[in-house]
């Protein structure tokens, strides 16, 4: 997680648990001194000041983040932000069953500043950046792809579409792995 303060969604108070979690993986991983740690996230949380990051304060903390997890002998890679959209799901995918492309996207909807912001900081801390975006978008981003359904809700891939992207994945990482 990108090294900010958030507030709890339920509470709409601090989240301390979150910020206790967070200082402690980051101390378990570098106890383990991986050769490779890949991180990911989503800027989907607001601060414990009830306002959403800018993109500016999210960098920065990735930034801090990497930089934390940073040890010799340890690779990082961040993996950017898969790009969502309204109806990018199963509901919207139901809804259209004879015209799926009802549920796609321009591209440019379904990407945000966020997604510069991370790559700026995985470049900054001197971490591989792995940009989802060509998994799901060419000129429009697909909710269905090679037959198979991608999301299974606005913020996550489906199993099946996970275990399909396994090569691209792989291929993109290996970079980081030499």
């Known amino acids: 997680m990108a090294d900010l303060q958030f507030q709890n ?4 108070a601090p989240d301390t648990d979150c910020d206790a979690f967070h200082t402690a993986a980051i101390e378990a991983i570098r106890k383990l001194k991986p ?4 991180t990911a996230s989503h ?21 801090s983040t990497l930089q934390k997890l940073s040890q010799p ?8 932000a898969i790009p969502t959209w309204d109806n990018n799901d199963a509901r919207c995918l139901a809804a259209h069953l004879r015209d799926v492309q009802a549920c796609s996207t321009e591209k440019a909807n379904a990407v945000t500043p ?8 995985a470049s900054s801390a001197g971490a591989q950046y792995v940009d989802t975006v060509p998994w799901v978008c060419a ?11 991608g999301y299974y809700n606005p913020y996550h891939f489906t199993k099946k579409y996970a275990i399909y992207l396994t090569g691209a994945l792989v291929d993109a990482l290996k970079p980081a792995m030499a």
Do not use: M, Y
């Open 73 to 80: 002998g340890t690779r990082l890679a961040v993996l950017g």
């Open 9 to 12: 969604n339920e509470t709409k």
């Open 35 to 38: 050769q490779l740690i890949i």
């Open 43 to 63: 800027a989907g949380h607001k601060l414990t000041n009830g306002e959403w990051p800018t993109t500016s304060q999210w960098q920065d903390a990735w930034v």
């Open 139 to 149: 000129q429009k981003c697909e909710p269905v792809i090679a037959d198979i359904v």
């Open 114 to 121: 966020f997604f510069d912001a991370e790559r700026e900081a």
